[in-house]
């Protein structure tokens, strides 16, 4: 974690990973209940880590369909 909010840009986590965080902990907290901490911890990172994958997929596709300006 330490390392991901250094190496990163404000900006960038701001853009991307806010709405990936927020998004997994909703869906965490509402759908989430193993009655254990260590499960529903392991559950909430992998949901952060498909709705990253996923945000990252879309903005990449939409960059390459982009044509830059000059």
Do not use: G
Not at 34 to 50: D, G, M, P, Q, R
Request: aromatic share 14%; net charge positive.
């Amino acid at each position: 974690m330490y390392t991901l909010l250094r190496a990163l840009p404000t900006s960038r986590l701001a853009k991307e990973q806010f709405p990936a965080l927020l998004a997994a902990f909703l869906i965490a907290e509402a759908f989430y209940k193993f009655h254990s901490f260590t499960l529903e911890c392991i559950a909430f990172l992998a949901t952060w880590f498909v709705i990253d994958a996923a945000i990252s997929l879309v903005a990449a596709s939409i960059n390459r369909h982009v044509k830059p300006t000059k």
